[in-house]
């Protein structure tokens, strides 16, 4: 069974720091690119950031680009979002997805159950 | 990156059809047959309905299907249920590895 489970989140101030992680069970991680999507409250799904199975591919929208850094640990098959200077308008549900393609196929099979993150002071 | 643009709801009787627009530019929907479709009931997390335009995962219904033309992606339901009530969202690779999620639409079962 595809399990991912995201953790990581918190109430953070503006202009802090934090590390989301995704624990990704149940596949073969290294044969599947990655991706990162926020749901403000209330509002539709955003995409965030998605990295494909050996890194060489990463991408980020412009709303957090030069402030998040995604990464993964085929090892421990484990995902991460290195998240900077923060924002208010950083305030979602952060979840996890896998792509159905090692590549990026922009298509997320399996999602985890998202981890919250709170930016304000 | 602007989000794809999806009418804000739809509605349709048990039994009946919806379909939904997705529309975005030659640099998204129109430019890749990488288009999905994702549902998302209130308090959980999405699921994917439709992916690459027509394929269908294992277990979606296919009362679900999609459709593309030009540079606009559509999801049509079928035989509606009661279950179907719940927010729809498409997706689409942009190039250069980025991606675009649909300004989504709340689907009403009347």
């Known amino acids: 069974e595809v399990q991912l489970v995201e953790s990581g989140g918190g109430l953070v101030e503006p202009g802090r720091s934090l590390r989301l992680s995704c624990a990704a069970s149940?596949?073969?991680?290294?044969?599947?690119?990655m991706h990162w999507v926020r749901q403000a409250p209330g509002k539709g799904l955003e995409w965030v950031s998605g990295?494909?199975?050996?890194?060489?591919?990463?991408g980020y929208a412009d709303s957090v680009k030069g402030r998040f850094t995604i990464s993964r640990d085929n090892a421990k098959n484990s995902l991460y979002l290195q998240m900077n200077s923060l924002r208010a308008e950083d305030t979602a549900l952060y979840y996890c997805?896998?792509?159905?393609?090692?590549?990026?196929?922009?298509?997320?099979?399996?999602w985890g159950q998202g981890t919250p993150v709170t930016v304000s002071s | 990156q602007s989000a794809l643009t999806q009418p804000p709801s739809a509605s349709g009787s048990p039994g009946h059809s919806v379909t939904i627009s997705c529309t975005g530019t030659?640099?998204?929907?129109?430019?890749?047959?990488?288009v999905s479709w994702y549902q998302q009931h209130p308090g959980k997390a999405p699921k994917l309905m439709i992916y690459?335009?027509?394929k269908r995962p294992s277990g979606v219904p296919d009362r679900f299907s999609g459709s593309k033309s030009g540079n606009t992606a559509s999801l049509t339901v079928s035989g509606l249920q009661a279950e179907d009530e719940a927010d729809y969202y498409c997706?689409?690779?942009?190039?250069?590895?980025?991606?675009?999620f649909g300004t989504g639409t709340k689907v009403t079962v009347l």
């Open positions: 997805a896998k792509d159905v393609c090692g590549g990026d196929c922009h298509s997320f099979d399996y």
């Open positions: 149940g596949f073969t991680f290294n044969n599947h690119a």
């Open positions: 990295i494909s199975w050996n890194s060489g591919a990463i």
């Open positions: 030659s640099s998204d929907v129109g430019g890749y047959n990488f």
């Open positions: 690459e335009v027509t």
């Open positions: 997706n689409s690779y942009a190039g250069s590895d980025l991606g675009v």
